[in-house]
């Protein structure tokens, strides 16, 4: 499933931006408080308002006050487009949340596809403040004369997703695909400190946000998927020079701790012996060969930590795991990281008057020329040649 496009309306730093032609790994750049971290948040709030409500979604984040866009009564709204697969329809989403006797609200709420390049779109569903209808018989959506047949339905509140209650019906086949992509999308805000300690014995199928579960995770690779765990650790051997082998080891009191082994040495090194860059990179590529992987992976700032001469890879091995079917989402600062991605992945955020702007660099014509003379798209923004990209 691809992400094709993004547009959000009244999303804090957001007033009114649409992100397009996102490709399947896509790179955003711009200073400090420029709407990066934010922009990461939409897809943290979905889950929040799939799995509880749009009310406790926008509670974590101070209310819907706090989230509206400065000077601006809302409403709040977010649309996604994209494919299950690149022969498949393109689906749109649109989510719009506003108050309604000071209470946060599902204002409208759509799911639909175009039957064919004509005529009018099948909404599989569509609701308004806790109640609305689905479709039923999707299978028929691309038989010419077909007609489309809807069940009203009726939410508990409106402040809950629809997608939330008709996703977990297999009849409801559209809503139920996005769902999953929705609850199986990954943010990684990996902390170091986090993943250092030894860890009690457990199980992980997935490496967690923090990567305060790392022992775990390679534990559960090397258990039950070797051969994806010796692929990662070729990689760790091709990319970090010096080591060879890395396994999750039980001690004596039930816990679990990583021992890196090192060629020049005979005894292996404990986790928090090891190096920050070595302890990330090994983390970053035991994310990319999970064996469930992630529809959409976000992962804010890899470069911290990280030695620069393994930006470079690094990038090449998050483009990798998009070539295998998942979509990846990258913020950095790095000029290094930047050097290994193409100027058609890259998105630049800046502010202007408050408010966050979104330029694709391939877009420009100033950038384009430079990198197509042979500049590097990290050294092109070390010079400050972003700060000048897309309309004045």
Not at 83 to 101: A, E, F, G, H, N
Not at 282 to 306: G, I, R, T
Request: glycine share 8%; net charge negative.
């Amino acid at each position: 499933m691809k992400i094709e496009s993004i547009s959000l309306k009244n999303f804090r730093a957001f007033k009114d931006v649409t992100i397009e032609n996102l490709p399947a790994m896509s790179v955003f750049v711009g200073a400090n408080g420029s709407g990066k971290t934010t922009l990461f948040d939409v897809f943290g709030f979905l889950r929040d308002a799939l799995i509880h409500n749009v009310r406790q979604a926008l509670a974590r984040r101070g209310g819907f006050k706090e989230v509206v866009s400065r000077n601006t009564d809302g409403p709040i709204e977010i649309e996604l487009k994209f494919r299950s697969k690149p022969s498949d329809p393109r689906v749109t989403y649109s989510l719009t949340i506003s108050l309604l006797d000071n209470m946060p609200v599902v204002e409208r709420e759509v799911l639909k596809y175009r039957r064919g390049n004509i005529g009018q779109p099948w909404k599989f569903l569509d609701f308004r403040l806790g109640e609305g209808e689905a479709i039923t018989n999707e299978e028929a959506y691309d038989q010419k004369d077909a007609e489309a047949r809807r069940d009203h339905q009726k939410l508990e509140s409106a402040d809950i997703l629809a997608i939330k209650g008709l996703g977990q019906f297999e009849r409801f086949k559209v809503v139920s695909e996005f769902r999953k992509m929705i609850e199986n999308w990954h943010v990684s805000d990996f902390h170091i400190a986090d993943a250092r300690p030894s860890q009690e014995a457990g199980y992980a199928e997935h490496l967690s946000s923090r990567g305060d579960n790392l022992p775990l995770f390679a534990q559960y690779l090397y258990e039950h998927h070797r051969p994806l765990f010796n692929q990662a650790l070729e990689k760790m051997a091709q990319r970090v020079p010096g080591v060879e082998r890395v396994n999750p080891v039980e001690t004596e009191d039930g816990r679990l701790v990583l021992k890196f082994q090192d060629g020049s040495f005979k005894d292996p090194f404990i986790a928090r012996y090891v190096s920050d860059g070595t302890i990330k990179m090994f983390a970053y590529l035991l994310l990319l060969h999970d064996p469930s992987p992630h529809p959409v992976l976000c992962v804010e700032e890899p470069e911290n930590q990280l030695y620069p001469e393994l930006l470079n890879a690094l990038a090449e091995e998050f483009r990798l795991y998009a070539k295998r079917g998942g979509q990846v989402f990258v913020t950095t600062h790095s000029p290094d990281f930047l050097n290994g991605v193409n100027l058609d992945e890259i998105f630049w955020l800046s502010k202007r008057d408050g408010y966050t702007k979104i330029v694709r660099a391939i877009d420009d014509p100033q950038l384009a020329a430079l990198v197509k003379e042979g500049d590097l798209p990290g050294a092109l923004w070390r010079q400050g040649f972003f700060e000048g990209a897309g309309p004045r």
